[in-house]
């Protein structure tokens, strides 16, 4: 099987969508990095736009530990966002 391919704006908005998740949950990097199992210094690649690596399992143990929905935060789909999040929010996600 071939690799899929990606709209090339697909990691900045991804970086975008987790930058304003982070700031929702009110975390701080090094606590998103630890939920995810990365370096703060990977973190903060993925949320500048510019990944490591393409692994799902960080993105699926940071949704798993804080209850956001995958495909809010890798396809954008804001109706999956979560009430919580969008609660916790206050207007946040509303600059995507």
Same mark, same amino acid.
């Given at each position: 099987m071939g690799r899929m391919s990606l709209p090339p704006d697909f990691w900045h908005a991804f !970086? %975008? %969508? *987790?930058?304003?998740? %982070? *700031? @929702? *949950?009110?975390?701080?990097? %090094?606590? @998103? @990095? &630890? &939920?995810? !199992?990365v370096s703060v210094r990977s973190y903060r690649r993925w949320e500048a736009g510019r990944p490591a690596s393409n692994s799902a399992r960080p993105v699926v143990a940071f949704c798993s530990r804080f209850a956001v929905s995958p495909d809010w935060l890798l396809l954008g789909q804001r109706h999956l966002i979560g009430r919580h999040l969008r609660e916790r929010s206050r207007g946040k996600v509303a600059i995507l």
């Open positions: !970086g %975008r %969508r *987790l930058y304003v998740t %982070r *700031l @929702a *949950l009110e975390l701080g990097e %090094r606590e @998103a @990095a &630890a &939920a995810c !199992g």
